[in-house]
């Protein structure tokens, strides 16, 4: 995602009611963003969210089954897995 600082290539325009364009406001400023910030972060991970989603593979039975084998076997440790199971989560910090 560009950066508040990223040079701006292209404009957006977008016409809202005065109700949604006040909530976007209030909320922009619980966070300290402008409101193209806040708007173009909100927009952005949209956007990655409903790609993401958008992932589909298709397997035949024979794939499939051993496809499932393989998630529901139990995980080897490993160093690295273990350093990162260690890793307290960004969100309890």
């Given at each position: 995602m560009a950066t508040d600082s990223a040079p701006r290539e292209t404009t957006i325009?977008?016409?809202?009611?005065?109700?949604q364009r006040a909530?976007?406001?209030q909320a922009a400023q619980a966070q300290g963003k402008s409101r193209t910030v806040f708007m173009l972060e909100a927009a952005y991970?949209?956007?990655?969210?409903?790609l993401l989603d958008r992932t589909v593979f298709a397997l035949d039975a024979k794939r499939f089954a051993r496809f499932t084998r393989i998630l529901s076997a139990p995980v080897k440790s490993n160093a690295a897995l273990n350093r990162l199971l260690s890793k307290r989560p960004p969100w309890e910090a």
């Amino acid at each position: 995602m560009a950066t508040d600082s990223a040079p701006r290539e292209t404009t957006i325009n977008l016409r809202a009611p005065s109700a949604q364009r006040a909530l976007i406001d209030q909320a922009a400023q619980a966070q300290g963003k402008s409101r193209t910030v806040f708007m173009l972060e909100a927009a952005y991970e949209k956007a990655q969210e409903v790609l993401l989603d958008r992932t589909v593979f298709a397997l035949d039975a024979k794939r499939f089954a051993r496809f499932t084998r393989i998630l529901s076997a139990p995980v080897k440790s490993n160093a690295a897995l273990n350093r990162l199971l260690s890793k307290r989560p960004p969100w309890e910090a």
